[in-house]
């Protein structure tokens, strides 16, 4: 899991995480402070270490970003819900 309390979408063969991992990481923290409307491409792409342009070799708008956190976001509640049953089914 990251800092941000999600897990990490992916990383390099390093190890090291993704440039695109990076852009969705910060753009979910920077939505979390200032919100998804105050957030522009710019900040998001400067908390990533790129520019705001560079972002959109990644994700095509802002909404794609947000749409993805909110598709792993539910993955994850899925999977400990599964985890839970699971566990519940075997005591």
Do not use: C, W
């Not at 979910?28 to 957030?39: D, I, P």
């Amino acid at each position: 899991m990251t800092g941000n309390g999600r897990e990490s979408t992916s990383t390099a063969g390093d190890g090291a995480p993704t440039r695109k991992t990076l852009i969705l990481d910060s753009a979910v923290q920077l939505f979390r402070k200032n919100g998804y409307e105050a957030t522009g491409i710019d900040e998001i792409g400067a908390a990533a270490g790129i520019t705001g342009p560079g972002v959109y070799r990644h994700y095509s708008s802002k909404q794609e970003i947000l749409d993805e956190a909110v598709r792993q976001g539910v993955s994850q509640v899925l999977r400990h819900a599964d985890e839970i049953l699971e566990g519940s089914l075997a005591a």
